[in-house]
């Protein structure tokens, strides 16, 4: 079995209920409609009714059994513009701009689960990362004692060798463009929860850069650095090890060589970029280069469950995307 099969497992043993606002788009309809057919969980199709009904017919999916949520006369419509009102009173915005907010169904749709109407939101797949994120943190907010918010996506289909056989974590490639040392140790510890709480790994952090041990010095090295020590600090339990290069935190030779004693080297399975642009570039080369597949990003940090995906998502990906979000708001009832 492998591990989407694994997670998708998980995910039915309590369904949660899936709010999806982009409900016309053909990949969204058809991952809703696997994952009421597998059973992961409860879709709640956010929309216009005869839109979304128009769409899913002119693709042949019946959605016949799946829940649409008008969120233009939606019973509790009013309520919940009272409590973006209250959420956002600095901003001393009108009745009208509190409509026009609600215009863009994923302000709707995070608002649904703040007022417990779902369990979770999935989207991206037609929103950019920038709408997700003001949507998730303007109506949801951080959770409890997070000072950042980030992303890790997932990577499998890799040799075997890698990670936790062929599949690991890397972070972030979407939401902290420049992280400072605090930052990216926030990163590291949020990436590794999401391995324990969502994927039941034991973390192996390797802290990249382009530099190993010292053998170069510059401000950018440091930082991971101090990164590094400060997640040792405060999650001595992880095993964690930077700064490393790519070649020595996954060629257990290389990693011999140029970092002897390393609890990490050879077998990381969370690798930790020092910047977006890293990241990003890394995961989009994996994925094209390699056919590897790339399932998020997967947004820690935020008291609502919401997830992230590439608009270049297929509808397998959005399927995936579903069974990642339910078993993070499973976890976050527990």
Known sequence: MDLIEKLAERARERK??????????????RAARKAVDTGVALPLLVGDEKQIRAAAQKIGVPIHDIAI????????????????????????LTPEQIRDVFKHLAYFSVMMARFGLCDAVTMGA??????????????????????????????????????????????????????????????AIATADTAIDIFGFEPRIAMLSFSTKGSAKHPLQ???????????????????D???????????????????????CGRPNILIYPDIGSANIGHKLLRVMCG?????????????????????????DVYVNIILTALKARRRTL
């Open 16 to 29: 949660m209920r899936v709010a999806m606002p982009e409900a016309t788009d053909e990949r969204t309809l």
């Open 69 to 92: 949520v008008d969120p233009f006369h939606h019973p509790s419509l009013e309520r919940f513009h009272e409590e973006y009102a209250q959420l956002r009173r600095k901003e001393n």
């Open 242 to 264: 930077g700064e490393l290069q790519s070649d020595a935190a996954l060629d257990a030779a290389i990693g011999r060589s140029k970092a002897p004693g390393s609890p990490v």
């Open 292 to 316: 590897a597949d790339v399932f998020g990003p997967i947004l820690q940090g935020l008291a609502i469950p919401c997830s992230d995906m590439s608009r270049g998502a297929n509808a397998h």
């Open 222 to 240: 440091q930082k991971v650095v101090d990164a590094t020590e400060t997640v040792k600090a405060r999650r001595p339990e992880l095993l964690i």
């Open 126 to 187: 037609v929103y950019t990362t920038a709408d997700v994120m003001r949507a998730a943190i303007k109506v949801g907010g951080v959770a409890e004692g997070v000072k950042t918010v980030s992303a890790s996506v997932l990577i499998t289909g890799l040799n075997p060798k890698f990670g936790e056989t062929g599949a690991m974590l890397m972070a972030d490639p979407a939401v902290v463009i420049d992280p400072d040392a605090g930052q990216l140790a926030d990163i």
